[in-house]
């Protein structure tokens, strides 16, 4: 494929697969590490006592039942400390250890990406992985301007994220555990990015699929936690179903998986023809899946059951993020399926409008979170399915700075709250729940300025980072709606343009809504009088400097994030930076598709889009405007003492009821179907009675059968002997 | 050779000593007493070793008459007399009527099939020479030197392996027979 | 003469195997066994005249196993008389099981 010896083949990038290996040696270490403590355990191991709850952050919020649900604590009515884990000193030079080292790679290989011209990816192959007949699979890995994006955001915000769990789960029974899913989770997530073809991506997606089901139920003793990770497990699955149906179909159509050559051969499908559309859909069906849009969304709420610093990194900022990435790596098919590109936008526009409504009522400051998270999704979908690539794929890398900084930040307040309760012994009030909280700025300033930076960003405030992401794909899903062959296309009886103009306006709500319900979130977090109680207000603290430490350096990134990708309206006004480098970085990868998507009449005047600039931050300030006007911290109670909400407000704190509607309509058929027919009818009539008993009593049978021919009497014999002889007679005779 | 000389003749005793044994051997599966069982076939074999003797088997012939009409059938008669077998329920051991329509259909069978596998086999064009092969007529032994050259030769080995399994056979004879002593 | 020799020798060889069907003395039934040994050893001699003496040949063995089998098959019958004062097979069953 490579007539030429690539550029990079002697560089750095020999070693791209230590990006890789490096977090699966830490996941062996740290797993050997844990299994090791579980069969030996020592005398100060605190799992000894067989309890395996945790100090902090232990959020259980599957459901919105009042009580804080930590059964930790009541082995120690002493108060003494719990002892820490035996090997967490280990752990907390390996765990993170690894990350720094992988994103110091991380760092040269871009180094040396920035050094050479590339046109064409750096593939890396390992070893032929699967050559059965016309299918050819390596196990390869692929750099270029996209993996690399990914890896550095990867690494660098999973890096940060590892150093902020030393502090965060240090005092848990399960820290080498909880360290060998992280490092595991980073080495399919890179397998994931780095993958030169949809196996190896797939088994990168199915690896994360893997590492957040065993983290969101990392506290399995509690069966809530449990179950949502079997909720993200099950939900998954659908989207994955659609993966592998796309790539059996890529794989028929142009016989070949591999990344580089599917896109010198995507030129074979007609352009809008219904295997391209088809096949981009079922692809897009698995990102819905791994990346909770509509209708697959529910299972990242409940994925909030896991560990904070989990929600962080692979609930915002690295693994939901996968489908946006892999929309981007397949642009250009996508590019050729107008249809489908359609629905990829309209499903995250109103995928970003949904949770926004969800996140104005929500009480748990994780679950705001969550939802927020699905609406950014939603955008960054609206992003890729516009054919702005560049954009999705720029507010993919904001979006993880902006939200890892939520999170962590919210980990931050809810260890500060979960402390004061439990030295306090308050196991009834909810360390997650807002309304506990109230006046906290007094308490963790350091906290609620960087929480504040991030907020701005996510409201779309200049010049915070995800300002100029979110503005970048307003604009372009606004340019689009004309002369591009997105526009020219139509879905649902509706014309592409009537479309884009849909899914702008749902942005634009969105982006209003977003506004609302995170000044919200910060007004009954930091501002107001305190509500967490006179016992434990005293205990309320800023947390240590690991944990701060890392939220600084993601407040430095998303203040200046947006400097990425500078639009060329803004810095012909003011030279603050370079234009548009990160589209230029990612031009060998997507330009193509997005130059045929564009159709080179999808642009609009620099008024006009000076004008939609200035309408964006119209909106981010007026939604936070209304919220500060509206919302009144003081008036709020305690949890405990909240009446309960009514009307569209109870409707919105209950999600729209998707979750009860999807158990109406899917569960509770699916269970009275498998257990009248399946188990009734299947299991225990056909299986059991008659293929498991029947096929034992037909064995008896024979059986017996037999055992009449063994008499013992020679008389008998001697008739069975004859009467063989005489059937094996007739036998030869007709040969003969 | 006889028949080269006097067709008639030879075939009249062919024919005379196949209706012979085929009498006898009825005669012999329906006697009651064994005694009167193995004196009819004596009366079989006999009649088959003359059959031996027309078919140019001289040395066979003999062999018949000797081991087995002589010898074996005298083993035979001498266990039926030694254990003094006789007694009425003994003498009753002939299966019921189902037991021998059964045994007659299967005969049907099996006969039927034999006959069909021996005409299939060997076609009837091919018919008995009217000389004996060759290699009898020019063995320089006559008769038994034809049955010599290969037994001796091609089949020593088997020859051998014989008095080896009659050995084992007179040891077990003797061992199984002997009267456990307390 | 070749087609009648066969015909005797399968005629032969089923009165022995009804024989062997009907009785129930194991000496008869032996004897039995002996007949159906001689029709198979008729069919060689007869065949022998048209394929050569190795038919005969395999005569002489037959009559030697068939010697050894008496002497030894008698043995036997002799100390299952002893031990059940009967040789009626339906009296003979060490091997049920």
Redesign the interface.
């Known amino acids: 494929m490579m007539q030429s010896v690539h550029p990079l083949a002697e560089t750095v990038a020999r070693f791209v697969w230590w990006l890789p290996a490096l977090p699966l040696i830490g996941f062996v270490i740290n797993g050997a590490l844990s299994i090791y403590a579980s069969a030996k355990p020592g005398p100060a191991d605190p799992s000894a006592n067989g309890h395996d709850g945790s100090n902090i952050g232990h959020g259980s919020h599957a459901t919105d039942e009042g009580n804080h649900g930590h059964d930790d604590g009541d082995g120690h009515d002493d108060h003494a400390p719990t002892p820490r884990h035996r090997f967490a000193g280990i752990t907390s030079i390996v765990g993170p250890g690894v990350l720094v080292l992988t994103f110091g790679l991380a760092i040269a290989l871009f180094v040396a990406m920035r050094g050479v011209e590339m046109h064409e990816p750096f593939v890396s192959t390992l070893f032929a992985w699967m050559p059965v007949g016309d299918l050819h699979i390596n196990a390869a890995l692929q750099l270029d301007g996209l993996s690399m994006v990914m890896v550095l955001v990867i690494t660098g915000v999973g890096m940060l994220i590892h150093v902020f769990s030393v502090g965060y789960m240090q005092d848990d029974a399960g820290y080498p555990r909880y360290f060998a899913y992280l490092n595991l989770f980073v080495f399919f997530m890179l397998l994931l990015v780095l993958g030169a073809n949809y196996v190896v991506t797939f088994v990168g997606w199915e690896g994360v699929g893997l590492c957040s089901y065993l983290l969101i139920g990392f506290w399995f003793s509690e069966k809530a936690n449990a179950d949502a990770g079997k909720k993200a497990f099950v939900v998954n699955r659908i989207g994955d179903f659609g993966f592998m149906v796309a790539m059996f179909m890529l794989f028929a159509h142009l016989g070949t998986l591999d990344y580089a050559t599917i896109a010198e051969r995507a030129g074979q499908f007609a352009p809008g023809g219904v295997v391209v559309t088809a096949i981009c859909l079922f692809l897009f069906l698995g990102c819905v899946g791994k990346s909770a849009q509509i209708p697959l969304f529910v299972w990242l709420p409940d994925a909030m059951a896991g560990p904070t610093p989990v929600s962080a990194l692979i609930h915002a900022a690295t693994m939901v993020t996968a489908g946006v990435f892999l929309i981007a790596r397949s642009a250009s098919l996508f590019s050729l399926a107008p249809v489908a590109s359609l629905t990829v936008a309209l499903v995250g526009g109103v995928t970003a409008l949904f949770a926004a409504t969800i996140g104005l009522k929500q009480w748990d400051i994780k679950k705001v979170l969550a939802y927020s998270t699905i609406s950014q999704l939603g955008y960054m979908f609206v992003g890729v399915g516009v054919g702005a690539y560049t954009a999705g794929i720029f507010h993919l890398v904001t979006h993880a700075f902006f939200k890892a900084l939520l999170f962590l930040g919210a980990g931050s307040v809810i260890y500060a709250m979960h402390k004061a309760y439990h030295a306090t012994r308050n196991h009834s009030d909810d360390a997650q729940d807002m309304r506990n909280m109230g006046g906290l700025k007094k308490f963790m300033p350091v906290t609620w300025t960087l929480m504040w930076i991030a907020t701005l960003a996510i409201a779309g405030v200049p010049p915070f980072a995800g300002f100029f992401s979110k503005d970048e794909i307003l604009g372009a899903t606004f340019a689009r709606a004309h002369g591009s062959t997105l526009a020219d296309a139509s879905l649902l009886g509706m014309s592409g343009s009537t479309v884009l103009y849909i899914v702008w306006v749902f942005g634009l709500a969105a982006a209003l809504l977003t506004a609302i319900y995170m000044t919200r979130m910060m007004l009954y977090t930091f501002h107001g009088p305190n509500r967490t109680g006179d016992d434990a207000r005293p205990h309320l603290a800023e947390a240590p400097w690991v944990m701060t430490g890392p939220l600084l350096v993601l407040g430095v990134l998303s203040a200046i994030g947006g400097w990425l990708n500078l639009p060329g309206v803004i810095t012909d006004l003011a030279p603050i930076g370079p234009t548009a480098s990160l589209e230029h970085w990612l031009e060998p990868v997507v330009g193509e598709a997005t130059a045929r998507v564009a159709g080179g009449g999808a642009h609009v005047a620099v008024s006009t889009e000076a004008l939609l600039i200035g309408l964006a931050v119209a909106i981010a300030i007026a939604g936070m405007a209304i919220a500060w006007a509206r919302l009144k911290p003081s008036a709020l109670v305690a949890k405990s003492a909240a009446a309960p909400a009514t009307g569209i407000q109870r409707v919105l704190e209950n999600k729209w009821y998707v979750d009860e509607a999807y158990d109406a309509a899917i569960v509770k058929p699916t269970f009275a179907v498998s257990k009248s027919v399946l188990w009734g009818g299947v299991d225990v009539g056909l299986i059991d009675t008659l293929l498991v008993n029947g096929s034992a009593a037909l064995t008896r049978f024979f059986g017996w059968m037999g055992s009449q021919l063994q008499s013992g009497r020679v008389g008998t014999y001697a008739w069975l002997i004859v009467i063989g002889a005489v059937l094996l007679l007739r036998a030869f005779a007709r040969v003969a | 050779m006889a028949n080269e000389f006097f067709p008639l003749f030879y075939t009249f005793h062919f024919y005379l000593f196949g209706l012979v044994a085929l009498v006898g051997a009825i005669v012999f599966i329906t006697r009651k007493s064994p005694v009167a069982a193995a004196l009819w076939l004596v009366v079989v074999m006999a009649a088959l070793a003359a059959l031996y003797v027309l078919l140019g088997a001289e040395f066979v012939g003999m062999m018949q008459i000797l081991v087995y009409a002589g010898a074996i059938m005298v083993v035979f008669l001498f266990v039926v007399m030694l254990l003094n077998l006789g007694h009425p329920s003994e003498l009753n051991d002939i299966r019921g009527k189902w037991g021998r329509l059964a045994a007659g259909l299967i005969g049907l069978a099996l006969v039927a099939e034999l006959m069909a596998l021996s005409r299939s086999a060997v076609t009837l064009s091919v018919t008995l020479p009217a000389r004996p092969p060759a290699d009898v007529i020019a063995s320089p032994g006559g008769v038994i030197g034809s049955i010599a050259d290969p037994l001796f030769n091609e089949y020593l080995l088997a020859f051998e392996l014989t008095s080896i399994l009659l050995l084992v056979a007179i040891i077990g004879a003797v061992v199984l027979a002997k009267k456990r002593s307390a | 003469?070749?087609?009648?020799?066969?015909?005797?020798?399968?005629?032969?060889?089923?009165?022995?195997?009804?024989?062997?069907?009907?009785?129930?003395?194991a000496?008869?039934?032996?004897?039995?066994v002996?007949?159906m040994l001689?029709a198979v050893?008729?069919?060689f001699?007869?065949?022998?005249?048209?394929?050569?003496?190795?038919g005969?040949?395999f005569?002489?063995?037959v009559?030697?196993?068939?010697?050894?089998?008496?002497?030894?098959g008698?043995?036997?019958?002799?100390?299952i008389?002893?031990h059940k004062k009967?040789?009626?097979?339906?009296d003979?069953?060490?091997?049920?099981?």
């Open positions: 003469m070749l087609a009648e020799s066969l015909a005797l020798s399968a005629a032969l060889f089923t009165i022995g195997v009804i024989g062997v069907l009907t009785r129930r003395n000496i008869i039934v032996f004897m039995c002996e007949l001689n050893n008729l069919s001699v007869a065949l022998s005249r048209v394929y050569g003496a190795t005969q040949v005569v002489i063995f009559m030697t196993v068939a010697a050894a089998e008496a002497a030894v008698l043995a036997i019958i002799i100390s008389f002893r009967s040789v009626n097979l339906e003979i069953n060490l091997l049920r099981g």
